[in-house]
């Protein structure tokens, strides 16, 4: 298990939890679990975040959001990248992942129901539009890194799941 | 420079990634089908993101005014030290997924020991990066089996695209200078102790999808000496094409 530890000073949570991800703008980067350590020094703050997917383009626009947001509330800011623990979608949090659903993108499964899925073509993946588990792999790759492609052959909706990273 | 073997220790690892993550890269809006395509593309935007990481640290190493960019964009043919296998063209989609899997399989028995490297940022970037490899190598690992066991078209297509590189695999266990340095520091990672687990890897799935594991004992190398095929001046004057046109351009 790697450590979940994190250091967020409670002042800052709000004005963190305005920051969204750009490609996913209902999911916080709290509900996200990218923030790792927020801390004020000296009426600035010291954020360190980690990466989801290593060539995520979406991890600069999130330095610079959380440094505008900080801004507004005063703070000048250092945005410090890190890589160890690495992420895992296992952060997300309980919100996160329901904000992932109600946006229409189905959270990730266990490690093992993940490869069943996308490997062995078992239909596990709850359908966002109509809950049923009739559902197929499209494709292994979706319109980001993070996301497979699936569609529903109860309702026809086509959807993105997000795969587990472990 | 100081650190001068753990820096060529390092660019021995991140080309690899580069010149592989160009040549699919290519393949944007290209791919056979347009799920490919985004897979093809989606593997060489996490090649590029790892190769960040990597260049980042060598360039601090460095310790000069160098970037990321300027290792990735800058460099002469001779200079760059990726593995042959990783410059060879799509010829076909069997070829291209043929070259991934030969070296997805490599690459996360080589990131799995590199965790264990004494160098922290070295062992944070291969946990973050074996990660999204573990995806590629079970992505390329199933087109292997698709295409070897499909028809007999595609079998075909795969032999021969299995024939055609395999000439390039033993290189991936040669050691540079600078290798045998990080090895003996508790850095690097012993790659010639990879080659059994390597060889057990590949000709299980080989078989499993009915395809031949070639005989040829004659192996290409030269690559992580700087000796390169023809393909990758090509490659090269393409990515590095507007930085050579428009010096320090950035958008
Ligand atoms: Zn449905």
Partial sequence: MTTTEQNIDQILIPILEQVSDPEIPVLSIMDMGVVRTAVIENNSVKVQITPTYSGCPAMDVIGDDIKAALKVAGYNSEI????????????????????????GIAAPLS??????????????????????????????????ACKAQFQCDDCQEPFDYFKCLK | MKNENLYKYILGIADNSLILGQR???????????????????????????????????????????????IAMLRKEREYVNVLLVEQPNTDFAYTMARQFLFDVYHF????????????????????????????????????????DGTEVSHQKM???IDGLWTYTDE???????????????????VTKLK????????????ESTLQIPESKWFQKGGKKGIHTEHLGYLL?????????????EW
């Fill in chain 2, 172 to 190: 991936l266990f040669h050691q540079t200078e600078a290798d045998i340095a990080m090895v003996s520091d508790g850095i690097g990672v012993d």
């Fill in chain 1, 111 to 144: 490690a093992e129901a993940d490869i069943s899925v996308l490997l062995e073509g078992k239909r596990l993946v709850k359908c966002t539009n109509c809950g049923s588990k009739n559902t197929r792999l499209v494709s292994q790759f979706g319109s980001t």
């Fill in chain 2, 237 to 249: 004057s393409d990515l590095q094409y507007m930085q050579r046109a428009y010096p320090n351009m």
């Fill in chain 2, 24 to 70: 699919l890269g290519e393949l944007t809006g290209h791919g056979p089908s347009l799920e490919t395509d985004i897979a093809c593309t989606n593997i060489s935007l996490d090649l590029f993101g790892q190769v960040r990481s990597y260049y980042q640290y060598a360039a601090k190493i460095a310790g000069d005014n160098r970037t990321e960019d300027d």
């Fill in chain 2, 196 to 207: 059994e687990a390597y060889y057990n890897k590949v000709n299980a799935v080989l078989e």
């Fill in chain 2, 109 to 148: 028995l080589f990131l799995t020991e590199l965790q264990k490297s004494k160098d922290l940022t070295l062992s944070a970037i291969a946990n973050k990066s074996i990660k999204e490899v573990s995806y590629h190598l079970r992505f390329s690992t199933d087109w292997i089996k698709r295409l070897g």
């Fill in chain 1, 80 to 103: 410090e990248l890190i890589l160890a623990p690495a992420w895992t979608t296992d952060w997300i949090t309980p919100r996160g992942r329901k904000a992932l659903e109600d946006y």
């Fill in chain 2, 159 to 161: 032999q021969e695209a």
